[in-house]
């Protein structure tokens, strides 16, 4: 039902980094801009290889180029970010090599602009991993796009995303998962005089509120007066960091103390080493000079592989806040709370109290899920005319709880995906030999099959070219014990994991 925030900033990064993309390309025409793009795409084919450029690349997308920005967009924040962490610099030095008239990238997600200029998104396959980024289509017209706050927007040139209008403390639902996060933001919010807990380091997987409380932190700390920059990960890395760049490090540090709370979402997402540097000075200026800074990630400080070790641990240093899984009573209030805001804009709209209890029964993920599953039953509800019954209410909402199951994995799609990660060959992975170089891969695709199949061991064994079972176990036992103990192969196998279900 709502736009996503993190949407917005997205797309109006993209259009901060590349101003002006959708007017004419400078000094040649589109069909030059689409010619440079094909010779792009085979060259990238050609160094890459075939597995790695279908892996990564088949779904990126040249939008526009303007002003010397050639703006590329793929369908999931996954992708984005995985090109960004692996291949950003490589795209663009074949981009330079290739055509003259671009200097820079900007990589988006597809959905995010196109919604941006009114159109439905494209049905995509979401990642779950993805699901993020992504809103379910409404059922009623979306109110328009909240307008940008003049007071962080004011004199300034370093500007926040703007605040959801709907995202406060009002329409947040307090349960046990989330009443710590709740409860210090709040605090934080409130707090007159330097900063209590700092930063404030709130985790959380997709859709169980952290942005919502962030938005909810902004405005309730605007009300009381405070000055808030609210940046999505997107917003910080094109937005912020070149007017940061633009300044002196004086000028800077005189900006910075025009801030009393800064916000920051997914910095999951932060990649780039100047960047990260950036981000490191940002974090201590901001903490160094008693200004509350909060944080939101998908994970724990520990665990955010991009990020240096001093920034971790400045992130670690002050409160650390995790927003479990919503239980069932959470589930039912949000929903209670929803179906009622819902109702102010179609009043005949009721949903029986049973028919709440079945949803939030069914509907385990997350928030994003129970807003869709509400869109639905506001859908079915005006195209019948009828009331929402048990029945419909579980024929509204069956593709949503079946859309939500994992998606089948084939053991031959890992064995691929695995041989172009680790620039093997399948054949070498079905194969006897024993080097390191192909006996590791081989051990990750085991137990990829393992955890992502419901394949037997034997059977497992089987497909990997007649292998015993034991070796099978071997392999699983041993990726299991490796990604125990080492956090760069854990992350490793947990992004092959969201490739391979998307
Ligand atoms: P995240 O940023 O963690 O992925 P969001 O903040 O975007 O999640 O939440 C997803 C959806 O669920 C939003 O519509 C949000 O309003 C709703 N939601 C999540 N937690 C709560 C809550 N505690 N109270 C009310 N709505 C919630
Ligand atoms: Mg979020």
């Given at each position: 039902?709502?736009?996503?925030?993190?949407?917005?900033?997205?797309?109006l990064?993209?259009?901060?980094?590349?101003a002006?993309?959708?007017?004419?390309?400078?000094?040649?025409?589109?069909?030059?801009?689409?010619?440079?793009?094909?010779?792009v795409r085979?060259?990238?084919?050609?160094?890459?290889g075939e597995?790695?450029?279908?892996?990564?690349?088949?779904r990126?997308?040249?939008?526009?180029?303007?002003d010397g920005?050639a703006?590329?967009?793929?369908?999931?924040r996954?992708?984005?970010?995985?090109?960004?962490a692996?291949?950003?610099?490589?795209v663009?030095?074949?981009?330079r090599?290739?055509?003259?008239?671009?200097?820079?990238?900007a990589?988006?997600?597809?959905?995010a602009s196109?919604?941006?200029?009114?159109k439905?998104?494209e049905?995509?396959?979401a990642?779950?991993?993805?699901?993020?980024s992504r809103?379910?289509?409404?059922?009623?017209?979306?109110?328009?796009?909240?307008?940008?706050q003049?007071?962080?927007?004011?004199?300034?040139?370093?500007?926040?995303a703007?605040?959801?209008?709907?995202?406060t403390f009002?329409?947040f639902?307090v349960g046990?998962?989330n009443?710590?996060?709740?409860?210090?933001?709040?605090?934080v919010?409130?707090?007159?005089?330097?900063?209590?807990?700092?930063?404030?380091?709130?985790?959380?997987g997709?859709?169980?509120?952290?942005?919502?409380?962030?938005h909810?932190?902004?405005?309730?700390?605007r009300?009381?007066?405070k000055r808030?920059?609210?940046?999505?990960a997107?917003?910080?890395m094109?937005?912020?960091?070149?007017?940061?760049?633009a300044?002196?490090?004086?000028?800077f540090?005189?900006?910075?103390?025009?801030?009393?709370l800064?916000?920051?979402?997914?910095v999951?997402?932060?990649?780039?080493?100047s960047?990260?540097?950036?981000?490191?000075?940002?974090?201590?200026?901001?903490?160094?000079?008693?200004?509350?800074?909060?944080?939101?990630?998908?994970?724990?400080?520990a665990?955010?592989?991009?990020?240096?070790e001093?920034a971790?641990?400045?992130l670690?240093?002050?409160?650390?806040?995790?927003?479990?899984a919503?239980?069932?009573d959470?589930r039912?209030?949000?929903?209670?709370?929803?179906?009622?805001?819902?109702?102010?804009?179609h009043?005949t709209?009721?949903?029986?109290?049973?028919?709440?209890?079945?949803v939030?029964?069914?509907?385990?993920t997350?928030?994003r899920?129970?807003?869709?599953?509400?869109?639905?039953?506001l859908?079915?509800?005006?195209?019948?005319g009828?009331a929402?019954t048990?029945?419909?209410?579980?024929t509204?909402?069956?593709?949503l709880?079946k859309?939500?199951?994992?998606?089948?994995v084939?053991i031959?799609?890992?064995?691929k995906?695995?041989?172009?990660?680790?620039?093997?060959?399948r054949?070498?992975?079905?194969?006897?030999?024993?080097?390191?170089a192909?006996?590791?891969?081989?051990?990750?695709?085991?137990?990829?099959?393992k955890?992502?199949?419901?394949?037997?061991?034997?059977?497992?064994?089987?497909?990997f070219g007649?292998?015993?079972?034991t070796?099978v176990l071997?392999?699983?036992r041993?990726?299991e014990?490796?990604?125990?103990?080492?956090t760069?192969?854990n992350?490793?196998?947990?992004?092959l994991?969201?490739?391979?279900?998307?």
């Amino acid at each position: 039902m709502f736009h996503g925030g993190e949407e917005r900033g997205k797309a109006l990064a993209a259009a901060v980094e590349c101003a002006g993309a959708d007017g004419p390309r400078q000094g040649g025409s589109s069909a030059d801009a689409a010619e440079a793009w094909g010779r792009v795409r085979r060259r990238l084919r050609a160094e890459l290889g075939e597995d790695v450029f279908t892996s990564w690349f088949a779904r990126l997308e040249l939008e526009a180029v303007a002003d010397g920005c050639a703006r590329l967009t793929v369908p999931t924040r996954f992708l984005k970010s995985w090109i960004e962490a692996h291949y950003l610099d490589r795209v663009l030095d074949v981009y330079r090599a290739e055509d003259g008239a671009v200097s820079r990238l900007a990589l988006a997600v597809r959905g995010a602009s196109v919604r941006e200029a009114g159109k439905r998104p494209e049905p995509t396959h979401a990642a779950r991993a993805d699901a993020g980024s992504r809103r379910e289509p409404s059922a009623t017209p979306a109110p328009a796009a909240p307008a940008p706050q003049p007071a962080a927007a004011s004199d300034t040139d370093i500007v926040g995303a703007p605040l959801d209008p709907r995202l406060t403390f009002d329409s947040f639902v307090v349960g046990r998962s989330n009443a710590l996060a709740h409860a210090a933001g709040d605090r934080v919010a409130r707090h007159e005089g330097p900063a209590l807990y700092n930063p404030l380091y709130v985790h959380a997987g997709v859709g169980l509120g952290k942005t919502h409380l962030l938005h909810a932190i902004g405005h309730a700390a605007r009300a009381h007066g405070k000055r808030v920059i609210y940046l999505t990960a997107d917003r910080f890395m094109y937005g912020f960091v070149s007017a940061l760049k633009a300044q002196t490090s004086l000028a800077f540090k005189e900006r910075l103390r025009g801030i009393d709370l800064l916000i920051i979402d997914d910095v999951q997402f932060i990649q780039g080493r100047s960047i990260q540097q950036e981000f490191g000075h940002t974090l201590n200026a901001l903490i160094d000079a008693g200004r509350q800074v909060v944080i939101a990630a998908d994970r724990p400080p520990a665990d955010l592989e991009s990020l240096d070790e001093r920034a971790r641990s400045r992130l670690a240093g002050g409160l650390v806040v995790e927003v479990g899984a919503l239980d069932e009573d959470l589930r039912h209030s949000i929903l209670t709370a929803r179906i009622s805001a819902v109702k102010a804009a179609h009043p005949t709209f009721a949903v029986a109290a049973d028919v709440v209890a079945y949803v939030a029964r069914q509907i385990t993920t997350n928030g994003r899920d129970l807003e869709g599953a509400v869109n639905r039953l506001l859908a079915h509800a005006t195209l019948t005319g009828a009331a929402v019954t048990l029945e419909t209410a579980e024929t509204a909402i069956r593709d949503l709880v079946k859309n939500r199951e994992p998606k089948r994995v084939k053991i031959e799609e890992i064995q691929k995906l695995v041989a172009s990660r680790y620039n093997v060959s399948r054949s070498d992975i079905l194969s006897e030999r024993r080097t390191a170089a192909v006996v590791r891969p081989r051990q990750i695709a085991m137990y990829l099959s393992k955890t992502l199949t419901l394949r037997s061991l034997p059977e497992i064994g089987r497909r990997f070219g007649g292998r015993d079972h034991t070796t099978v176990l071997h392999a699983v036992r041993k990726i299991e014990k490796c990604i125990g103990e080492d956090t760069g192969l854990n992350e490793e196998v947990e992004l092959l994991k969201r490739m391979l279900q998307e």
